[in-house]
């Protein structure tokens, strides 16, 4: 009998057929990789499965799509979100999810940190800062970047209730974990120039439909019952 993944790892695909050999090589031992195609054309579903990773495929396009429906497929007590195009390590996960895994946070989220000057667009990190800004207002959480590796328990972020299926969905995640009165840290992670192109944030385009998407996430009203991640509700617990 096959014992159970201590921790699934998300990992949204579109095309990263390039990239895939070195993301799913830095997979942690132990831990699953679950690689959700997002209607890929070039192999990428093949070439994951063939490098023993778990494959999905959601037909609806989005970014939040592709990561519900990893989530859904996530049996692991723990899960983690990580990019699919080589700018993020995914061997430095145990560091990310290490506070989850101990009980001291209920979502922990990688601050990027760029390692290069083509790492993180200039119009894309002017628009995560805004962001961040409009977060701490909303939510007084006190975070410098809505980083898309990140690690929470399963049956918490089910509990969420996440609606959102584009790009809202990484801060609709933190909006209603405020809400909910989740304990909320981040982390550095260092940030590395992608491989292959960019589907959302690599263009002005990109940025502003991105943008678009979370301001709706920030006019939601909060939800009437929260469901705290651990049981009591605690706030002001953000590093």
């Known amino acids: 009998m096959t014992p ?3 921790v ?3 990992l949204p695909c579109l095309d990263e057929a390039e990239a895939l050999p070195w993301v799913l ?3 942690p031992p132990g831990w699953r990789a679950i690689v959700v195609d997002n209607g890929s054309t070039d192999g990428s579903p093949d070439i994951a499965r063939q490098l023993g990773a778990y494959v999905v495929h959601e037909p609806r396009r989005g970014f ?6 990893g989530l ?4 692991a007590d723990t ?3 990580c990019d699919c195009d080589a700018s993020l390590d995914p061997a430095l996960l ?3 999810a290490a506070p989850v895994l101990d009980g001291t946070a209920d979502l922990v989220l990688g601050r990027r940190r760029p390692t290069a000057l083509g790492a993180w667009p200039l119009h894309a990190r002017l628009a995560n800062l805004e962001l961040a800004r409009l977060v701490r207002r909303r939510t007084g959480l006190r975070l410098h970047d809505l980083g898309p590796m990140r690690a929470a328990r399963r049956e918490a972020l089910l509990g969420l209730g996440l609606t959102d299926r584009r790009s809202g969905y990484p801060l609709q995640m933190v909006v209603r974990a405020a809400d909910a ?6 982390t550095d992670t260092p940030y590395h120039p992608r491989t292959g192109r960019s589907k959302v944030t690599g263009t002005w385009r990109g940025t502003w439909q991105a943008v678009r998407d979370m301001r709706a996430v920030l006019a939601e009203r909060p939800a009437a019952t929260p469901t705290p991640a651990s049981g009591t509700r605690v706030t002001g617990a953000v590093r």
């Open 181 to 186: 009165g989740w304990r909320v840290t981040e």
């Open 64 to 69: 939040g799509a592709a990561c519900h429906a």
């Open 94 to 96: 145990p560091a990310v």
């Open 25 to 27: 090589e830095r997979i």
């Open 8 to 10: 699934d790892v998300v």
């Open 4 to 6: 159970p993944f201590s």
């Open 72 to 75: 859904a497929a996530a049996t």
């Open 79 to 81: 899960v983690c979100f």
